[in-house]
T-cell receptor
């Protein structure tokens, strides 16, 4: 079966760095997405990786290793507004997104 | 530019009733999707449409139907609602002709079936 695993919840301190991991087993791979979802709101796109390596976008970076079925999202200089759930999703061989359950990130002052 | 709109925002429905959730996008995206989101679970695909006039079944299609008469609208119908269909429903769209296939989400409909 297809499976996306990520931690349920993480806590970090304002101004610090946090890494959210995602491992996946899917039928085919056509890219990995990270989305941010604030409580009660819709998911919004953060990043996309299809090749191995690091993609940097401001305070957020995303890494992919296809051979290991592994990705992480790195958030630097954490702000209170970064408190949200972070969703990992893999596009499978049918070009459908398979979603993880999300990681709830709690930022403390 | 509104992006994607959904209606209603929330709804309480008696079991056995018929309900249609509306979704409209103004980005001229060819692909549209319906997901449900339940606590502790990832977004699960109900139905999708790669282009106007075509639809397909996702992971959890039972009890739901969709239609795609034109590019902009993608309504989701619950023919006879059951309590297990209590969930938050998100509509999304993407321009699958492009390379990224990023999905854009509507604000969601919170549905409670009693």
């Amino acid at each position: 079966g297809q499976n996306i695993d990520q931690p349920t919840e993480m806590t970090a301190t304002e101004g610090a760095i946090v890494q959210i991991n995602c491992t996946y087993q899917t039928s085919g791979f056509n890219g990995l997405f990270w989305y941010q979802q604030h409580a009660g709101e819709a998911p919004t796109f953060l990043s996309y990786n299809v090749l191995d390596g690091l993609e940097e976008k401001g305070r957020f970076s995303s890494f992919l290793s296809r051979s290991k079925g592994y990705s992480y999202l790195l958030l630097k200089e954490l702000q209170m507004k970064d408190s949200a759930s972070y969703l990992c999703a893999v596009m499978d061989s049918n070009y459908q997104l398979i979603w993880g359950a999300g990681t709830k990130l709690i930022i403390k002052p | 530019i509104a992006g994607i709109t959904q209606a209603p925002t929330s709804q309480i429905l008696a079991a056995g009733r018929r309900m249609t959730l509306r979704c409209t996008q103004d980005m001229r995206h060819n692909a549209m999707y319906w997901y449900r989101q339940d606590l502790g679970l990832g977004l699960r695909l109900i139905h999708y449409s790669n282009t106007a006039g075509t639809t397909g079944k996702g992971e959890v299609p039972d009890g739901y139907s969709v239609s795609r008469a034109n590019t902009d609208d993608f309504p989701l119908t619950l023919a006879s609602a059951v309590p297990s269909q209590t969930s938050v429903y998100f509509c999304a769209s993407s321009d699958s002709a492009g390379g990224l296939n990023e999905q854009f989400f509507g604000p969601g409909t919170r549905l409670t079936v009693l």
